[in-house]
């Protein structure tokens, strides 16, 4: 089983429903990124073997360490998972979602409304460390639900066998809106002795200085890297040249992994992928009423020669 090497700063790519999926993981990983994570999957959906979240398990070879994250509400339905999980080779860590803010999963008592009820939380978290057979058990949340008092049940969640906690510098009442707030998990990260990740409006040009002001062990990127999967690579020092291939290799790989769906589920990358691009606004115009595969892919493979 795989290990992550704390002392290395890692660099995490941060679970995106709808958007952190195989083609997604793949590319980040190439470009450098030390540990994936799969897209939010329900506990009740997986115990109810939902088709679509068995296939959204699915890993690339070269995904390691790969940590699957669960959201749940009630730890007998999170136990149920994580035995299902037990049986599937090629995963080092299950992670407790407690920072989703979308209504539908809040109202279920799930994601960011764990945060609302610490002590559910930590049974959630001690019924995972307890059943799973995995080498991680980590919590993502955000710095509170409405306060920012994370900081006062972090060690709580230690104590329950997290092995690092990822910290989403925003309450749940936030949202995206405003600047993550990097003090705020600075004070979660003093609250605990395990592995702490910031996560929040990270990119190549301020991780340095979010890594100096939090103290933390590793950065989290989620929508930093949709459009960009060359972050990881930025954020260390190397250049990537050929970035129209990259778009284009990436619309292969939706291709292969979606078939006919892929070319829906794909614009949501390239409205992304042509951001601040001359001509963006009619490309995506374009991309926004085409379904067929091929003619989509003379779409990209035009626009976005010599964009970068």
């Known amino acids: 089983m795989n290990t992550i090497d704390f002392s290395k700063k890692p660099t995490f790519l941060a679970p995106l429903a709808g958007l952190s999926d195989l083609p997604l993981r793949t590319l980040v990983k190439r470009f450098g990124c030390d540990v994936t994570t ?11 073997e939902a088709q679509k979240s068995y296939k959204m398990l699915e890993k690339s070879p070269f995904e390691s360490p790969y940590i699957v994250q669960l959201s749940g509400e009630k730890p007998e339905a999170v136990r149920r998972a994580v035995e299902i999980l037990n049986d599937i080779e090629g995963i080092d860590g ?14 279920q008592g799930a994601g960011a409304a ?10 959630i978290v001690e019924t995972v460390k307890k059943t799973s057979n995995k080498r991680y058990t980590s919590v993502k949340m955000r710095l509170g639900f409405t306060q920012k008092d994370a900081f006062k049940f972090a060690f709580d969640i230690e104590n329950a066998g997290a092995d690092y906690i990822c910290v989403h ?13 990097y003090e705020a998990v600075a004070r979660v990260k003093a609250s ?10 990270i990119d190549e040009g301020n991780f340095l200085h979010v890594l100096e002001i939090t103290g933390a062990d590793g950065v989290m990127i989620g929508r930093g890297a949709v459009g960009k999967p060359w972050v990881f690579a930025e954020l260390k020092g190397v250049a990537v040249a050929d970035k129209a291939g990259v778009v284009a290799e990436h619309l292969a790989m939706m291709g ?32 926004n009423f085409e379904n067929d595969f091929e003619a989509m892919r003379r779409l990209v493979e035009d626009f976005f020669r010599d964009k970068f």
């Open 38 to 48: 799969s897209e939010m999957i329900s506990a009740n959906a997986l115990v109810y």
């Open 94 to 107: 299950i992670d407790l979602n407690c920072g989703c803010p979308v209504p539908k999963v809040v109202k």
């Open 114 to 123: 764990l945060l609302l009820e610490p002590k559910r939380l930590c049974e």
């Open 169 to 181: 510098g925003r309450t749940r009442a936030e949202g995206y809106s405003g600047v993550a707030d």
């Open 192 to 201: 605990v002795k395990i592995p702490v990740i910031a996560n929040g409006d």
């Open 256 to 287: 292969e992994v979606y078939g006919e769906r892929a070319t829906g589920l794909f614009r949501k990358h390239l409205h992304e992928y042509s951001k601040g691009l001359v001509g963006a606004s009619e490309f995506r115009q374009k991309v």
